[in-house]
């Protein structure tokens, strides 16, 4: 029986999942960042978004929490660079937060889910300037990705490349079909690589 897109959708997420909650084990006491995981998983089904889709959805938004961390750690080499915020600033608020702004600007029409989530996850920190400061630096990782995805060719015209090298399209017997679908694949997947060795060194921090 042929699975439908959505399965193939679902256990792409349901492996991301997977990996994520073993990659990132003790960053911000693992609540945050697997609580957010967990919201990001149920935005992207609701979404339906395929499985190529789902990949870069889930490098950005786990990209933007290790930048905000890290901010706050200052243990590892950034992603895409972020103002360094105090050691004692919230991890969680963090985490949280960039999870969030990327989130709703990927996602806007659950930005009243997103929201809900968000205020819970706010809601068990403590207020003051460590919780201000997680905020600040969340903000600053989510912006700054955003920023670094927007214009990037994603959805727009593209011109197959066929050769032997990496991310060039290798057609195959006995059709040697082109696939129009490739050069979005290997786009996200050079890009998700990069943000799983990421949350590969985030899950060591501590």
Same mark, same amino acid.
């Given at each position: ?17 997977? =990996? ?25 089904? @609701?979404?339906?978004? +395929? +499985? ?34 105090? $050691? ?13 702004? !990327?989130?709703?600007?990927?996602? $806007? @029409? ?46 727009? $015209? ?14 195959? +017997?006995?059709? =040697?079909? !082109?696939? $129009?679908? =490739? ?9 998700? =690589? ?13």
């Amino acid at each position: 029986m042929k699975r439908t897109a959505r399965s193939r959708s679902a256990s792409c997420v349901a492996g991301l999942t997977v =990996f994520i909650a073993l990659a990132l084990p003790a960053v911000a006491e693992a609540d945050a960042v697997a609580d957010w995981n967990v919201h990001a998983t149920s935005a992207i089904l @609701s979404a339906s978004q +395929p +499985p190529q889709v789902t990949v870069l959805t889930y490098a950005m938004v786990q990209g933007a929490v290790y930048d905000a961390v890290n901010a706050i750690d200052r243990t590892h080499r950034p992603y895409l660079g972020a103002a360094p915020a105090n $050691p004692w600033d919230s991890q969680d608020a963090a985490a949280a937060t960039a999870a969030f702004r !990327v989130l709703a600007a990927l996602f $806007p @029409s659950q930005l009243s889910t997103l929201a809900a989530h968000y205020q819970d996850s706010l809601t068990a920190i403590p207020d003051g300037p460590m919780k201000d400061g997680g905020i600040v630096a969340g903000d600053g990782a989510a912006a700054a990705m955003l920023a670094a995805r927007t214009n990037d060719g994603r959805g727009g $015209p593209f011109t197959v490349v066929i050769g032997s090298q990496p991310g060039e399209w290798q057609p195959t +017997p006995p059709a =040697f079909i !082109v696939d $129009p679908t =490739f050069a979005i694949h290997a786009a996200s997947a050079r890009f998700s =690589f990069r943000a799983r060795r990421c949350s590969v060194r985030m899950g060591r921090m501590r």
